[in-house]
């Protein structure tokens, strides 16, 4: 109720309804792109073998169906996020672009430049990947052993430039809209992907009668997105007392406040990164032959399938373990016990420095495996739903919780803005 309530007092508001409006035109814009095919793609062929291959199938979630068409926005905004958490990962990593992460506006202005030029890179490198599986798989217009290097140029710069464009669009929601353009984009993506769950459910669930299993389905789902939404917002809060001190003739602190940690502070980054790692073998996989699939290595790789029990044991573990080390490049205890210190800040009952830092890591890795847990139970939930129920459900857990992240992060911005309205109007 309380979105809603906020979706229609933003609405109410001229100024953020051009900006909603305008948002839905660039979603418009986006959705049409991942339907319009770049050249030389066979799209009827292509959609009838991207059912059958697991990596396909994945990557269909993120990108809005675009690669099942061969489309212009084919990648969608993986290569943008890809980017994201290498320049992020690199921040720590190199010593001038940490400087540079610390410098403020003009600082992420430079990281933000870094981060297009790594997308482009990384869009190539994927637009070359995909013509490749594309011409081994036989699904372009063009016959494989006539294929000239112009037609390779043409698909291959289509799909970087198509990358490049979603990404300028996602920075004009940026500009011009509400804000949070690339998260939007990949929600508009999954969203697309919904009605492959409805049409289940309408096809095999109330034609067949079988409405007890499609009821537990709505209601496990529902049920699921609650359990985000809170566990979401829930923080573990570690008191901080401040001393009182005078400088020249003011006091200050004194005061009682906290520190806030997250129970999932790493968001779903763990589960991109256990994903990416896990769909490498199924990606090798997809790209042999029919011959070659009947070796041994091939039935090794066959092991990670994203319906088998290795994968969901393996996967359970690479996302505890991945939100460990999100964990241990996003927060320093050492840093914050510091920083206490050195602003007359205590957390009462622990004594400063190493006692304190001591402290703050215990509570950090009992907070980083709750999070984990929660995000192995939902990165897995489709899978066990899927092996007990026999059901193919698209939407797997990566994309419900992307989905209930971005909802809550457009309520805020909403909120945000007609916020800061308010206190424009009191100052004018």
């Not at 190199?94 to 990384?122: F, M, N």
């Not at 009668?209 to 939404?229: E, H, R, W």
Request: charged share 15%; hydrophobic share 50%; with cysteine.
């Amino acid at each position: 109720m309380k979105m809603l309530d906020t979706m229609k007092n933003a609405w109410n508001v001229k100024e953020i309804r051009n900006k909603i409006l305008f948002t839905i035109f660039i979603i418009a814009v986006f959705r049409v792109g991942s339907f319009i095919p770049v050249p030389y793609v066979d799209v009827n062929q292509l959609l009838a073998s991207s059912g059958s291959n697991e990596f396909f199938s994945y990557l269909s979630i993120l990108t809005g169906g675009g690669m099942e068409y061969g489309a212009i926005f084919a990648m969608s905004v993986t290569p943008y996020i890809n980017a994201s958490i290498i320049i992020q990962l690199l921040c720590v990593a190199i010593p001038a672009l940490e400087r540079l992460s610390k410098e403020g506006e003009e600082g992420q202005k430079k990281l933000a430049s870094i981060t297009r030029y790594a997308t482009v890179v990384l869009a190539l490198i994927q637009g070359v990947a995909y013509f490749f599986y594309l011409k081994n798989s036989r699904l372009l217009t063009v016959l494989t052993g006539k294929l000239v290097i112009f037609e390779a140029f043409v698909i291959v710069l289509a799909f970087t430039a198509g990358s490049a464009l979603v990404m300028w669009l996602g920075e004009q929601i940026d500009v011009k809209g509400i804000g949070n353009g690339i998260s939007i984009l990949l929600f508009a993506g999954i969203l697309s992907r919904g009605d492959d769950l409805l049409i289940w459910l309408y096809s095999e669930a109330f034609q067949l009668k079988q409405y007890v299993l499609a009821g537990g389905i709505v209601v496990a789902f529902l049920v699921v997105i609650a359990f985000i939404v809170w566990m979401t917002g829930a923080e573990r809060r570690i008191p901080v007392q401040y001393a009182k001190r005078v400088v020249g003739n003011k006091m200050y602190g004194g005061q009682n406040t906290h520190i806030p940690i997250k129970v999932n502070m790493s968001g779903v980054m763990p589960i991109i990164f256990a994903s990416s790692i896990l769909m490498v073998p199924t990606m090798i996989l997809g790209f042999m032959s029919a011959e070659q699939k009947q070796k041994t290595f091939a039935k090794f790789l066959a092991l990670f399938s994203t319906r088998g029990t290795f994968y969901a044991i393996l996967y359970f573990i690479l996302i505890i373990a991945f939100a460990y080390f999100y964990a241990t490049i996003q927060f320093n205890p050492i840093e914050m016990a510091n920083n206490l210190r050195k602003n007359g800040g205590a957390i009462p009952g622990i004594r400063p420095g190493k006692s304190t830092s001591d402290f703050i890591a215990k509570i950090l890795s009992r907070i980083t495996l709750l999070g984990a847990l929660f995000l192995s139970v939902v990165a897995i939930l489709p899978i066990l739903v899927s092996n007990l129920g026999g059901v193919n459900i698209s939407i797997g857990g990566t994309s419900v919780l992307i989905m209930v992240g971005v909802a809550l992060e457009i309520v805020q911005n909403l909120e945000s803005q007609m916020m800061m309205r308010h206190y424009k109007g009191f100052l004018d």
